[in-house]
């Protein structure tokens, strides 16, 4: 058993991870963790500032392939440039409040999250992205259930990572 949790805790170590922050729709700190060469874990924990709907906290996971279908994008300089697309769940909670002049409702949502994006991978241990995360589920506003419109226009975002 010993042996086992040894061998597993090498494995996830010596796994490629990254660390960093996405800019953009709803801001994010984001954590990715490598499974091989074309697989990752990728997960956001969101922050929605408030801007035009209140103040909440919410997140993604998403499994992403990199590179999928075998059709790396075919520009590679001194660094790598990867595509990935991935599939996942979201959810989250907005808090509501009076911001300025307007008063809004406290809402929650859940739902599947899509996520695709474009990053460069730098010769030294940096990151930079382009991606957006759709999420496709179901919400509250002022107490009425329907879909969640705002998970479909998150936005595309800039994710700016430390590799290590």
């Known amino acids: 058993m010993i042996a086992v949790l040894a061998v597993a805790s090498i494995a ?72 990935y697309m991935g599939v996942g769940g979201s959810g989250g909670f907005n808090f509501g409040g009076t911001y300025g002049s307007k008063t809004y409702d ?6 599947v999250a899509g996520h695709i994006g474009i990053e460069y991978d730098f010769w030294f241990p940096f990151q930079l992205s382009l991606d957006w995360r759709p999420s496709l589920g179901v919400g509250t506003n002022g107490g009425n259930l329907g879909f969640n419109v705002p998970g479909l226009w998150g936005g595309i975002q800039l994710g700016v990572r430390y590799k290590f």
Request: negative net charge.
């Open 106 to 111: 406290s809402w929650w949502y859940a739902g």
């Open 12 to 83: 996830a170590y010596a796994q490629p991870r990254a660390v960093g922050v996405n800019l953009g729709g709803w801001s994010s700190i984001s954590y990715q963790h490598g499974f091989g060469e074309s697989n990752m874990l990728d997960v956001a924990a969101n922050v929605i500032l408030p801007i035009n709907s209140g103040v909440g906290v919410g997140g993604h996971v998403t499994y992403d392939w990199i590179d999928p279908f075998n059709a790396p994008v075919p520009w590679n300089n001194k660094g790598e440039w990867h595509w």
